[in-house]
């Protein structure tokens, strides 16, 4: 029903940038709330940044201050512009989305569900 498509993710020296996009396609009402989560060998996938369909934000406080997430809502897009790359922030980078999507055979009922895509992985050396 949704798909999410991730690029952007890389190698990149510490101290540098990297920038992800994730952009929503399929059928579907409305994108309602969309971010990034990560997961790194060993560890719980937790979240990155997200984002509101009005522009609110919020952000894992390991993040604050050098990632930015921001969307563009005619596109059904969101990015993620990570600054100051730590070794730290190596890890599988997830984009995820709320959608409102139909019932199949009962189309006047719409759903909320989660939606993700297929990961990009971000390495940060040091």
């Known amino acids: 029903q949704v798909q999410l498509v991730e690029s952007g993710g890389g190698l990149a020296q510490a101290g540098g940038s990297l920038r992800l996009s994730c952009a929503a396609s399929?059928?579907?009402?409305?994108?309602?709330?969309m971010g990034w989560y990560r997961q790194a060998p060993g560890h719980q996938r937790e979240l990155v940044a997200a984002?509101?369909?009005?522009?609110?934000?919020n952000y894992a406080d390991a993040v604050k201050g050098r990632f930015t997430v921001s969307r563009d809502n005619s596109k059904n897009t969101v990015y993620l512009e990570m600054n100051n790359l730590q070794p730290e922030d190596t890890a599988v980078y997830y984009c995820?989305?709320?959608?409102?999507?139909?019932?199949?055979?009962?189309?006047?009922?719409?759903?909320?569900?989660?939606?993700w895509g297929q990961g990009t992985q971000v390495t940060v050396s040091a």
């Open positions: 399929g059928r579907f009402v409305s994108i309602n709330a």
């Open positions: 995820y989305a709320k959608a409102e999507v139909r019932r199949p055979l009962s189309a006047w009922i719409v759903d909320e569900y989660d939606f």
């Open positions: 984002i509101s369909t009005g522009g609110s934000t």
